[in-house]
Structure formats: structure tokens, C-alpha cells
């Protein structure tokens, strides 16, 4: 019998997708422990942020008939296939009956997961592709609609930490807090001592872009994108380019987002019949000269929020939308740099994609929202305290 040596092993077992890589786990102990190893997991997770195969989208559907919810993992290849979709189970304890869920923000295959039942709400650190989740512990303070998460990786203390930010409303003022997986608790952060209104409106998480989170903060005649690096909880201001700064003075819903790894800026006007929609993306990171316009869109129905969620190779972009007369949610899609997005003929119900093969979709009229991520073998209890 031939011996293969364990760096050879380790390239060409990389190469394969997490479903084919699970069984090979079981075939025997020195594969298990192999696959599991945190040096193939990275090596693993590094292949699969280049590899188009990888990309999924993971979405959240609400039946109204029962109130339950399920989620489905739907590929982001070039070819899609209507069954490639993935309907999952959600590993939780068996304690909780959640009857409603919230897919806040992903990174690095790893997601954050809200579920709530009649009494409890509990938030999950949750590998959709290993189906591995562990329930984190409560936070120090209650979240509301006006919070959000950010979801990162610490290369200086090789740990996973997780962001939570109010929007800071007057009268109602929460600290943001700081949750370290090798810690297990979460703990408050000092506020950046220009602290403004944060602008949350535009945007449903914080993007994780050059080992620091990010947000929106605004004020009469204040208007710049703040990070906070995770290694040494520095605030700093991202300089923005003129044409940026020149939207403060008009109605604009503006959101922060991330793209292939780069941080973007995204504009709709709201309360207008029509609409102009633009994204910029920041080409080189703190550079105020290497702002570019991505897309510009004309839509005929005005969006209360739409955030880009994935960039295809082909350079088509996929967003997320909220119509704001019908409060519907779609995700479509954008392949030039200016084009016009139609009337929004079916009630805001209409579901991806535009240019896309895949066309179906079960009960796509109930689709509560959705998160791109990559596949990974990072085990959620492996990070734990």
C-alpha cells in the first residue's frame, strides 16, 4: 500500500468542498484529526475565499401560516441549480423551541444567529456547514432595533470577537460591548470621544474590512465612516472622497457594507418616487483618493434600504432590498455600471436573480433576509471558552 505523505495529503484533501470533507472524517481517526486540525482548517478556509464554488448565501424564510421559520443555503456559483438550494436544520439545544430567528452578520463561514421563542432570545455562534453552533452568553445590554453586530477574527491573539453597537439615541444610551470567544463574556468598550449619532438606518451589520469594524456616524454637519480595530481597540475616521461628503447635504440613507473584501459606501435617497442608488468601494484601504464608483441605479420605487451582500466574478453584484411602501424584501442583482431597476410589479415579493439560471424558489414571497458567507470547517465549539 502506497504511503501518501501527510503534506500531500493535506494539499489535495484543501482542495475539496466541506460536505465531501465530512465524511471523510469518518472513514478514520487519523482523517478526524487531520480535518479538524486548526493549520488544514485555515489552509482549508484560505482555498475556499478564492474558490467560487465556496460562496453561498444563507437566507432566513418566515411561513405566516405557522410563524416558524427555516433556513436555506443557496449557492453564489455561476451555475445554479434549483436543487443545489439547502434547506438546514439549525443546531441548537433542545431546550429552546425558537419560533423566530435573525441571521445578523458572517465571516469566515462562522454566523451570528438571534432566535427567539414566547419568553427567550438567545444568540447562537452557528457554522451553517458543519451544522456545529454554540449559544453565547447573554449581553450585558438588551438589544433593540436600533444595534447591530460585527463579527471578526483576531490575527494578533488568534481569536474569534464579536462587536455589539447601539445606535446611540438620545435619552436612551447603551455602552457597546466586546465579546472575545477565548474570554467567554462579553465586556464594555470605551465610546470614541468624537462620538456622534450613529447612522444604523442603511446598513444591518458591521463590516469586518482590514482587521477593524465599521459604521456610520452623523450629526448636523458631521459625516464620516469610523473603524475600530480589533487587536487594540483603536477608533479612527476613514476618509471619504468629495463626492461622498457632498451627500450629507441632501436626504440620503446611507449604509457601509464590504465587498470582496473592501470597504463600500452605498447612497439611495429616500422618500423620492425615483431614485438614484450608488455604491463606491474603497480600492485601497484609508486612502481617501482610492474611492471609486462601483454602480450608480435608477430606481422607480423608492427603497427604504438597499445594501450590497455579494459580487459575482462577472462583476454582477447582488443586494438585499427593502421596498419602503410594502415593507417586502428581495434580492436582486446589477451586472453594469449604470443601469435601471423596473417597477417593483409584485407587491415586493419578486426573488432573485435578474441575469441568474436559478429562477425558483419555495415561498419566496416570505424570505425575511439572507447573509453571503463561505464555507468553512471552523468549529464554533473549538473557539469557545
Given at each position: 500500500m502506497v504511503c501518501v505523505p501527510e503534506e500531500i495529503l493535506v494539499n489535495i484533501l484543501s482542495r475539496l468542498p466541506v460536505r465531501f470533507l465530512l465524511r471523510f472524517k469518518c472513514v478514520s481517526k487519523f482523517c478526524s484529526t487531520l480535518i479538524s486540525d486548526p493549520y488544514f482548517t485555515m489552509k482549508h478556509l484560505n482555498r475556499a475565499k478564492n474558490d467560487?464554488?465556496?460562496?453561498?448565501?444563507?437566507?432566513?424564510?418566515?411561513?405566516?401560516?405557522?410563524?416558524?421559520?427555516s433556513l436555506y443555503c443557496c449557492p453564489l456559483s455561476p451555475v445554479q441549480q434549483v436543487k443545489d438550494v439547502q434547506k438546514l436544520k439549525l443546531d441548537c439545544p433542545s431546550t429552546l423551541k425558537p419560533r423566530h430567528c435573525m441571521i445578523h452578520c458572517c465571516y469566515n463561514g462562522l454566523a451570528i444567529i438571534e432566535i427567539r421563542d414566547k419568553d427567550r432570545v438567545k444568540f447562537l455562534l452557528w457554522n451553517p456547514s458543519i451544522r456545529e453552533s454554540i449559544v453565547l452568553p447573554p449581553l450585558e445590554c438588551p438589544r433593540d432595533g436600533g444595534s447591530r453586530f460585527g463579527l471578526g477574527y483576531d490575527s494578533s491573539s488568534c481569536d474569534y470577537k464579536i462587536l455589539h453597537m447601539h445606535q446611540n439615541v438620545p435619552g436612551l444610551e447603551y455602552p457597546n460591548e466586546i465579546f472575545a470567544l477565548k474570554d467567554g463574556s462579553w465586556r464594555s468598550i470605551d465610546e470614541h470621544p468624537r462620538a456622534n449619532r450613529r447612522w444604523f438606518y442603511a446598513m444591518d451589520y458591521l463590516p469586518f474590512v482590514h482587521a477593524a469594524f465599521h459604521w456610520l456616524e452623523v450629526s448636523i454637519n458631521f459625516f464620516v465612516v469610523f473603524s475600530f480595530d480589533i487587536s487594540n481597540e483603536v477608533y479612527r475616521e476613514i476618509p471619504l472622497s468629495e463626492e461622498i461628503l457632498s451627500l450629507r447635504s441632501g436626504p440620503n440613507n446611507v449604509g457601509v457594507s464590504a465587498l470582496e473584501g473592501m470597504l463600500c459606501v452605498h447612497s439611495n435617497p429616500f422618500f423620492t418616487g425615483k431614485a438614484t442608488f450608488k455604491v463606491w468601494i474603497l480600492k485601497e484601504y484609508g486612502v481617501k483618493e482610492s474611492w471609486m464608483p462601483l454602480l450608480t441605479?435608477?430606481?422607480?420605487?423608492?427603497y427604504f434600504n438597499a445594501s450590497p451582500r455579494y459580487r459575482f466574478a462577472d462583476g454582477e453584484v447582488l443586494f438585499w432590498c427593502v421596498n419602503l411602501e410594502t415593507r417586502g424584501h428581495t434580492f436582486r442583482t446589477v451586472s453594469r455600471p449604470f443601469r435601471s431597476w423596473p417597477q417593483w410589479v409584485t407587491r415586493g415579493h419578486t426573488f432573485w436573480m435578474v441575469n441568474r439560471p436559478f429562477r425558483s424558489w419555495p415561498r419566496c414571497d416570505t424570505i425575511q433576509g439572507g447573509q453571503a458567507f463561505t464555507e468553512s470547517l471552523i468549529s464554533p465549539k473549538s473557539l469557545s471558552y
Amino acid at each position: 500500500m502506497v504511503c501518501v505523505p501527510e503534506e500531500i495529503l493535506v494539499n489535495i484533501l484543501s482542495r475539496l468542498p466541506v460536505r465531501f470533507l465530512l465524511r471523510f472524517k469518518c472513514v478514520s481517526k487519523f482523517c478526524s484529526t487531520l480535518i479538524s486540525d486548526p493549520y488544514f482548517t485555515m489552509k482549508h478556509l484560505n482555498r475556499a475565499k478564492n474558490d467560487q464554488d465556496s460562496q453561498k448565501l444563507l437566507i432566513n424564510q418566515r411561513c405566516p401560516e405557522d410563524s416558524i421559520f427555516s433556513l436555506y443555503c443557496c449557492p453564489l456559483s455561476p451555475v445554479q441549480q434549483v436543487k443545489d438550494v439547502q434547506k438546514l436544520k439549525l443546531d441548537c439545544p433542545s431546550t429552546l423551541k425558537p419560533r423566530h430567528c435573525m441571521i445578523h452578520c458572517c465571516y469566515n463561514g462562522l454566523a451570528i444567529i438571534e432566535i427567539r421563542d414566547k419568553d427567550r432570545v438567545k444568540f447562537l455562534l452557528w457554522n451553517p456547514s458543519i451544522r456545529e453552533s454554540i449559544v453565547l452568553p447573554p449581553l450585558e445590554c438588551p438589544r433593540d432595533g436600533g444595534s447591530r453586530f460585527g463579527l471578526g477574527y483576531d490575527s494578533s491573539s488568534c481569536d474569534y470577537k464579536i462587536l455589539h453597537m447601539h445606535q446611540n439615541v438620545p435619552g436612551l444610551e447603551y455602552p457597546n460591548e466586546i465579546f472575545a470567544l477565548k474570554d467567554g463574556s462579553w465586556r464594555s468598550i470605551d465610546e470614541h470621544p468624537r462620538a456622534n449619532r450613529r447612522w444604523f438606518y442603511a446598513m444591518d451589520y458591521l463590516p469586518f474590512v482590514h482587521a477593524a469594524f465599521h459604521w456610520l456616524e452623523v450629526s448636523i454637519n458631521f459625516f464620516v465612516v469610523f473603524s475600530f480595530d480589533i487587536s487594540n481597540e483603536v477608533y479612527r475616521e476613514i476618509p471619504l472622497s468629495e463626492e461622498i461628503l457632498s451627500l450629507r447635504s441632501g436626504p440620503n440613507n446611507v449604509g457601509v457594507s464590504a465587498l470582496e473584501g473592501m470597504l463600500c459606501v452605498h447612497s439611495n435617497p429616500f422618500f423620492t418616487g425615483k431614485a438614484t442608488f450608488k455604491v463606491w468601494i474603497l480600492k485601497e484601504y484609508g486612502v481617501k483618493e482610492s474611492w471609486m464608483p462601483l454602480l450608480t441605479i435608477v430606481i422607480d420605487t423608492p427603497y427604504f434600504n438597499a445594501s450590497p451582500r455579494y459580487r459575482f466574478a462577472d462583476g454582477e453584484v447582488l443586494f438585499w432590498c427593502v421596498n419602503l411602501e410594502t415593507r417586502g424584501h428581495t434580492f436582486r442583482t446589477v451586472s453594469r455600471p449604470f443601469r435601471s431597476w423596473p417597477q417593483w410589479v409584485t407587491r415586493g415579493h419578486t426573488f432573485w436573480m435578474v441575469n441568474r439560471p436559478f429562477r425558483s424558489w419555495p415561498r419566496c414571497d416570505t424570505i425575511q433576509g439572507g447573509q453571503a458567507f463561505t464555507e468553512s470547517l471552523i468549529s464554533p465549539k473549538s473557539l469557545s471558552y
